[in-house]
């Protein structure tokens, strides 16, 4: 079935520094991919996405490009700051399917002052 | 934007007792929705998908009569955790799916704690 890989961490940042996240999918059809992220004590709110393969979806300074050669999906963002302290989840969609969610486990990130 | 309101956002009850946990899509009709489970530290599970007027689709492993999942209406859906013991403790949440295809739409509660005592 279809699968998504994240990096779990957790990871500690400080503020201003480089962040990468890594996501890689296993799927049998040609998905929609999204990452998710949840404030503490929260439910998940949309953060980016993309639809087919070369797009880049970007929100809040973050970016994703969907990969289809590497199968990846890939989060950044060139400056992280406290309010980036959060879990973020990979997904995806199968079209052809029954397009429920398939999430990755989660990364929690803490950013530090 | 979407809003899905979930309700109530925690609860505490006691072992044996039944909870109800409410989803409401407020600005759009949700022809599907989803009920998710997480457990602390780790992804969330999906636990079923119901269609408004038809029975929901539970997941492998999934009791569906301790589980009871209602989707009445187009923007209401209901989980019923019935005879809840300490080990049904988590966080849940509803997403709802506005009608159409193409991966879009995808809106979240806000989650419902829940803690059996």
């Known amino acids: 079935g279809d699968s998504v890989t994240q990096m779990e961490g957790p990871v500690t940042l400080s503020e201003e520094a480089f962040l990468t996240i890594n996501c890689t999918y296993t799927?049998?059809?040609?998905?929609?991919l999204f990452w998710y992220v949840q404030y503490p004590g929260e439910g998940l709110q949309l953060l980016l996405k993309a639809t087919k393969a070369d797009d880049k979806g970007s929100n809040k300074g973050f970016e994703a490009t969907y990969r289809k050669e590497t199968t990846s999906f890939h989060l950044e963002k060139g400056s992280v700051q406290v309010s980036d302290s959060a879990v973020y989840f990979c997904a995806l969609s199968d079209q052809g399917g029954s397009e429920k969610l398939v999430f990755g486990k989660g990364m929690k990130l803490t950013v530090n002052p | 934007g979407a809003v899905v309101s979930q309700h109530p956002s925690w609860v505490i009850c006691k072992s044996g007792t039944s909870v109800k946990i409410e989803c409401r899509s407020l600005?759009?009709?949700?022809?599907?929705m989803f009920w998710y489970r997480q457990f602390p530290k780790q992804s969330l599970m999906l636990m079923a998908t119901?269609?408004?007027?038809?029975?929901?689709?539970?997941e492998q492993g999934v009791e569906k009569d301790k589980f009871l999942i209602n989707h009445a209406s187009l923007t209401l859906s209901t989980l019923t955790v019935t005879s809840a013991h300490p080990e049904d403790s988590s966080f849940y949440i509803c997403?709802?799916?506005?009608?159409?295809?193409?991966?879009?739409?995808?809106?979240f509660g806000s989650g419902t704690r829940l803690t059996v005592v």
């Open positions: 799927a049998t059809g040609y998905p929609s």
């Open positions: 997403s709802a799916r506005e009608g159409g295809l193409g991966g879009y739409g995808y809106t």
């Open positions: 600005d759009f009709q949700a022809t599907t």
């Open positions: 119901s269609n408004e007027g038809s029975k929901a689709t539970y």
